[in-house]
C-alpha cells in the first residue's frame, strides 16, 4: 500500500484530514515525536555497555559450583515473601 507523510502545523489540518479520509477510506496514523534526547554522537542502535554487543554466557559458567543450594531457596533469596 502507497503512503504518503505530510507535515502539518495546525491541529485543525490535521481533523480536516481525517474528515476527508473517512470520505474516501484512507487510514491516517499520527505518529509521536521521540522525548528521548537527540544526541548526535550516539545511536540507539548501539547500547552503551559492552557485554551486550559481544555477549558471552560462558562467562557465568560455574558460579554455582560447590554450593549446597536449590532452585527453590535461590527464588525464597531472592524474593522472600513475596511469592
Known sequence: MPEVLIKYKSE???KAL???AKIFDISIEKQVKSTLPNNNEK???K???TFAQNP???ALAGIWAGRDI???EL???AWGDRI
Do not use: F, M
Request: proline letters at 10%.
Open 70 to 72: 536449590s532452585l527453590a
Open 43 to 45: 545511536s540507539l542502535d
Open 47 to 49: 547500547p552503551p555497555i
Open 56 to 58: 558471552d554466557v560462558t
Open 75 to 77: 527464588r525464597k533469596e
Open 12 to 14: 485543525k489540518v490535521l
Open 18 to 20: 481525517y474528515d476527508l
